[in-house]
């Protein structure tokens, strides 16, 4: 069955080549068509959908705001509301599975903001969290490792994690209506490892990548209800080259596998996932067909891999037995791509 996804991108005021949201189909053979775009927008970097209204969340990140667009026909969008203010470098949005609020972390300042939705889904208030303190400095603020807030995933018991990578921090918070995000805990990773963005297994566990470090931390929640980091990997079979930097990760929808983009050398480093779902060993490095692979989807039997600096965004057939990406099969050209989702 094909698939509608939204691919976001990074436009001319952030140096890139996107015009703003667009949309492709991907065929049920991996074949990759453009649908157009879907709306003009400066650098939505990165997208989220509401969980049951045909609304999508986007971040600019050079604009810094959040902005909802909703879904007018088959593959086209339209403002909803006023793009609200952020952060610098707002670069990740995520929406709660209940669909009360969204959260956006900026890379550039640090900030984790959390947006209040009606039962429309459009963003009613919002409100800015505590700015996080570096565990690793003993400066009251180190200039060489400033907070850089980068992604958000949301919990099943309502909780909200956020990554650090400039302090090297997992966080997680708790939701009170009308107030916000409230600290509840946090999670310290070694020092430089940079983490950034994050994929839970069915098991419970939270597998996060770094950026820096081009490696795998596994966090579990402890009886307590608190999280600890429990082990760390390196995320390719081969080492890290010069340059290199961790980008997304995505596991396999049966949590067999996952997969780390690296960005540098250009691979989809895959790893294998241990039976219990809290280990993570790297298999194997392929190609990721294009330049600087920013962002990829896994699919059932497919891998989609956004590829920033080619301009298109490739397909992978997955075998089923070993995980690994076979191809690629299909190529469609898009200007600077960052993001890609499913349309639902």
């Avoid at 775009?37 to 604009?63: D, R």
């Avoid at 807030?149 to 949301?154: D, G, K, P, R, W």
């Avoid at 509840?184 to 470090?213: C, K, N, W």
Wanted: aromatic share 6%; net charge negative.
């Amino acid at each position: 069955m094909e698939t509608l996804i939204w691919v976001g991108s990074y436009t001319a005021d952030r140096n890139g080549n996107g015009k703003g949201i667009t949309a492709l189909w991907a065929e049920d053979d991996g074949q990759l068509t453009s649908v157009g775009l879907a709306i003009e927008a400066n650098s939505p970097s990165f997208l989220a959908l509401h969980p049951t209204k045909p609304v999508v969340y986007a971040v600019a990140e050079e604009g810094k705001t959040v902005r909802a667009y909703h879904r007018t026909g088959n593959a086209g969008l339209e403002p909803f509301g006023v793009p609200w203010p952020a952060g610098d470098a707002t670069c990740h949005v995520a929406v709660d599975p209940q669909g009360r609020f969204i959260v956006a972390t900026c890379w550039g300042d640090g900030q984790v903001v959390l947006y209040e939705l009606d039962p429309d889904g459009a963003i009613t208030s919002r409100t800015s969290a505590a700015a996080a303190v570096d565990p690793h400095s003993t400066a009251p603020v180190d200039a060489g490792r400033p907070s850089r807030a980068h992604s958000s995933l949301m919990l099943p018991d309502g909780r909200v994690m956020t990554t650090d990578l400039g302090h090297d921090l997992v966080r997680v918070w708790k939701y009170a209506p009308g107030e916000g995000l409230q600290p509840d805990h946090q999670v310290i990773l070694p020092r430089g490892s940079g983490p950034r963005h994050m994929a839970r297994h069915h098991s419970g566990t939270v597998f996060v990548d770094t950026e820096y470090s081009v490696e795998v931390a596994a966090i579990r929640m402890q009886p307590d209800g608190t999280y600890e980091l429990t082990g760390i990997v390196p995320a390719s079979i081969n080492k890290a080259s010069d340059g290199d930097s961790g980008a997304e990760i995505a596991l396999s929808p049966d949590g067999r596998f996952a997969y780390v983009g690296v960005r540098g050398s250009n691979r989809i480093c895959v790893l294998t996932v241990s039976g219990d779902g809290t280990e993570v060993e790297p298999l194997a490095d392929v190609p990721c067909g294009g330049d600087w692979p920013r962002h990829h989807l896994v699919r059932e039997g497919w891998l989609y891999v956004a590829n920033e600096g080619s301009n298109d965004v490739v397909s992978f057939t997955l075998d089923p037995e070993t995980g690994l990406p076979d191809g690629p099969v299909g190529r469609v050209e898009t200007g600077s791509p960052s993001v890609l989702v499913p349309a639902g």
